[in-house]
């Protein structure tokens, strides 16, 4: 007990003292040393429970020269992450991969000047063990350099402006499934709500979209492509520029849901049916696919898969001596639901 009659709280030296090692040792298990044995790691631990012994963070940073912080910088608007579900599901597996790490995440939102400034300050390595990127937008240069900063980084998403680690799924492959599919059900008049071209995936799906296209021997037409930003009201602009160039369309690969439902929003307010006049495919694999109407056809891409492998890449190249760039392409799913399911007669 302490002189006012609080309890005190447990230190390193009982600890080492109730497992019957030395202070170093215990020192070395509760820091996560390789150096000890199994069977003096369990023991340790076991006393450390058993008190109920916190390391003190400050302590373990001057020792360590680890924070346990991971950083996740998200280049895009409040109301695109917020809005989007892809996001979500990202977060969701970096956080899950994080925890089980017992690392803690920084969420760092980057669309102004000011902000690119606050992160700027913050992202260094008395703040952070490592940062997380995504959505980076090749047209625009991160704002901090963190190459100079000796920090490991991690990019969701192939990026032309970022040579290092990254990890993302096949969107070439998605997309080309997607409109193989279309011309497998009859569809000949196919056009694309493109993805940005500043954003790799945007171009990535896109050259997707071309392949298949050829491959099904219809022959590009630039009037059947147009460009959205991956929202629901891009998806709906861009299906009134197709329709009012080319009327005779039946069926578009969205490279977002959220554009695919924009999409079939504008089909509707111009009496086209679909999937019977118009089929309608889109990319994500989104819960909303499931439930609109009709329910959409879509690629799937491992959302919450993606993040857990951003998160577990970052953690070895914080634990790694030297660091060796990696880029994992993670595989996606075709899922045919009602809305490129046309019904004859």
């Known amino acids: 007990m302490s002189v006012d009659g609080t309890r005190s ?39 450390v429970e058993e008190l109920g012994y916190v390391p003190n963070q400050a302590a373990r940073t001057l020792v360590t020269r680890r924070t346990g912080t991971v950083a996740l910088v998200i280049a895009e608007s409040e109301e695109r992450i917020f809005g989007e579900p892809f996001f979500a599901g990202v977060v969701r597996g970096i956080s899950s991969a994080l925890n089980d790490a017992s690392r803690q995440l920084v969420l760092s939102l980057v669309h102004s000047t000011d902000q690119a400034q606050r992160i700027g300050a913050y992202l260094t390595g008395q703040h952070v063990d490592g940062v997380l990127l995504l959505s980076l937008h090749d047209d625009e240069a991160f704002p901090v350099d963190l190459d100079a900063r000796g920090l490991p980084v991690v990019v969701g998403g192939r990026s032309d402006q970022w040579a290092g680690s990254f990890v993302d799924v096949d969107n070439v492959d998605g997309a080309r499934q ?29 050259d997707g979209y071309r392949d298949a296209i050829a491959a099904a021997g219809l022959g590009h037409d630039d009037e059947l492509v147009v460009e959205g930003d991956f929202s629901e009201h891009s998806g709906w602009a861009g299906m009134e520029e197709l329709l009012a160039r080319r009327p005779d369309i039946d069926a578009v690969f969205a490279a977002s849901d959220l554009m695919a439902m924009g999409a079939m929003r504008s089909l509707r307010a111009h009496g086209r049916r679909v999937p019977e006049d118009v ?18 056809s879509t690629v799937r891409q491992p959302l919450v898969e993606l993040g857990r492998q951003m998160a577990e890449m970052l953690i070895r190249h914080i634990d790694a001596e030297e660091r060796i760039a990696e880029h994992l392409v993670l595989p996606v799913e075709l899922l045919v639901r009602a809305s490129t399911v046309r019904v004859d007669g």
């Open 279 to 296: 089929a309608v495919i889109g990319f994500d694999g989104t819960k909303a696919s499931e439930t609109s109407d009709p329910p959409l």
């Open 9 to 47: 709280q447990p230190t390193l030296e009982q600890v080492a003292a109730l497992a019957g090692v030395g202070r170093g040792t215990a020192s070395r298990v509760i820091n996560g040393s390789p150096q000890v044995s199994q069977r003096t790691r369990e023991v340790v631990m076991r006393a």
């Open 178 to 206: 997607a409109v193989a599919h279309l011309a497998a059900t009859g569809r000949r008049t196919i056009a694309t709500i493109a993805g940005p071209h500043v954003m790799a995936s945007g171009r990535d799906r896109l």
